[in-house]
């Protein structure tokens, strides 16, 4: 049952994902989580960021937040970015990706989930039968507690990282780059 925690693919991070592809492939939105996905906890926006999803925009595809935090602090972050957004979303929970989804108006089949958590983010996704693209987390390399929850991460990512059947299920839309685990 690990694979209920394998992503669709996994991508080094935003900016190395191919969502000229993703659309190609027929994807029209896209749903990001924040923290440790697009910037590090807590962070506002970059002007990097706020390019790339008015790139993303640009290019025809719809966007949305799906974040655990509160209100105030993902309007702090979207404040330069035109997006929908739910907040309190509370992963893995269905609910509030289901809402992401309507508010979207698109099917499951036509969206992609983007976050750094296999246990919120993935797992979310993978029940409600939504794509899903596992980013690496940000700034896990200059933490020295990474805690007991991104240690059994580790684990599960080394087991996706042999199972040829799961990698790549989304063809060539993220950069290879180094793989998890």
Sequence with gaps: ?????YPGAYAEDVFSINYEKLLEKGYQALIFDIDNTVVPHGADSTPEVDDLFHRIRDIG??????SNNDEERVRRFCKNIETLYICDADKPKKTGLFKALDLLQVPKEKAVLIGDQVFTDIFCANRCHVDSILVRFIGYYTETDIGRRRKL???????????????ARLGDCVSLGKKPA
């Design 61 to 66: 595809l719809k966007t949305c937040l799906l």
């Design 1 to 5: 049952m690990l694979s209920l925690f």
């Design 153 to 167: 991460e580790q684990f599960i990512l080394k087991a996706y990282s042999r199972s040829r059947r799961y990698q």
